[in-house]
Nanobody
Framework: QVQLVESGGGLVQAGGSLRLSCAAAGRTFSSWTMGWFRQAPGKEREFVAAINWSGDNTNYADSVKGRFTISRDKAKNTVYLQMNSLKPEDTAAYYC??????????????????WGQGTQVTVSS
C-alpha cells in the first residue's frame, strides 16, 4: 500500500520557520515528481512547490518564491519543504503529493496521483 506521510507542521509566529517532511512508503518515488500543496479553510487546494525526479528542476507558487525551498532525498524516499519568513496567510493544511514523471514540473492537482493526509501549519501574527 502506497503511503505519503507528512510531518513537521505546527504553530509558529510570523517570521518564523518550519520544515515539513514527507516520507513515502510502499513504493519508491525516485523517478516521480513530488509536490506540496496547501488548503486553508473554505478555500481550494493550491499549489505550493514541486520538484522533479532528479532534483534539478523546481517550481514554486509566486506567493512562496524566495521564502520556501523544496528538496528531496531519494535515498530516504523523502521530500522536504523548508518554510522561512512565514506569514499568517501561509496558515493551512499542507499536503504532499506524488506525480508520474514528466518533462515539466506540474502545478495542477490533477497531475498528481498519490496524496498524503496533510499536516497543519498555523502562523500567528
Amino acid at each position: 500500500q502506497v503511503q505519503l506521510v507528512e510531518s513537521g507542521g505546527g504553530l509558529v509566529q510570523a517570521g518564523g520557520s518550519l520544515r515539513l517532511s514527507c516520507a513515502a512508503a510502499g513504493r519508491t518515488f525516485s523517478s516521480w515528481t513530488m509536490g506540496w500543496f496547501r488548503q486553508a479553510p473554505g478555500k481550494e487546494r493550491e499549489f505550493v512547490a514541486a520538484i522533479n525526479w532528479s532534483g534539478d528542476n523546481t517550481n514554486y507558487a509566486d506567493s512562496v518564491k524566495g521564502r520556501f525551498t523544496i528538496s528531496r532525498d531519494k535515498a530516504k524516499n523523502t521530500v522536504y519543504l523548508q518554510m522561512n519568513s512565514l506569514k499568517p496567510e501561509d496558515t493551512a493544511a499542507y499536503y504532499c503529493a506524488a506525480g508520474p514523471p514528466r518533462y515539466y514540473v506540474p502545478h495542477r492537482t490533477s497531475e498528481y496521483v498519490y496524496w498524503g493526509q496533510g499536516t497543519q501549519v498555523t502562523v500567528s501574527s
